[in-house]
């Protein structure tokens, strides 16, 4: 074997390796990322991946429960306002930070900050959110003791 032909087969072997744990680091971040990370079916809500944290916010044991269990259109309190989230997504190509109260598993309700781009030719949403409920229901608070005063 020649040296050049082993230069290259190390070469290889290194780029190999560098990809492999690339995407074991991409995948560890995917399942331990503290905010909720997801892949969304534009037709019909369908979630289509999702992170372990994304299922636990919205009170489901486990994101195959969760992406068996749920469509998106069901999370929302009013459905038509995920049609408006969808039009604002074809005509910006993302959205950052908007604010949506979603329904739990147990039907309580739940605050949620995300920001989302849409991949309308391969038919899906990406995006992030996390768990605003707490800081919302302080704000509204707030909000109704100033109108009182």
């Known amino acids: 074997m020649s040296k050049q032909y082993r230069e290259k087969d190390t070469e290889q072997k290194i780029a190999e390796s560098v990809q492999m744990k690339a995407g074991w680091d991409l995948d560890s971040i995917f399942k331990s990322a503290p ?12 979630i289509l991946d999702c992170n372990p944290q994304t299922a636990n916010m919205f009170g489901y044991e486990s994101k195959e429960e969760f992406i068996e269990s749920v469509k998106t259109p069901d999370l ?38 995300f920001t989302a781009k849409i991949y309308s030719e391969y038919g899906y949403i990406e995006g992030f959110g996390v768990d605003i409920t707490e800081h919302k229901n302080a704000e509204l608070a707030l909000e109704r003791s100033a109108e009182q005063f």
């Open 35 to 46: 905010v909720a990370l997801f892949r969304i079916s534009i037709k019909d809500g369908k």
């Open 76 to 113: 929302y309190y009013d459905q038509s306002l995920r049609y408006d989230l969808i039009d604002i997504l074809y005509q910006q190509d993302k959205l950052m930070n908007a604010e949506v109260r979603f329904k739990k598993k147990d039907g309580s309700g739940m605050w949620f900050r």
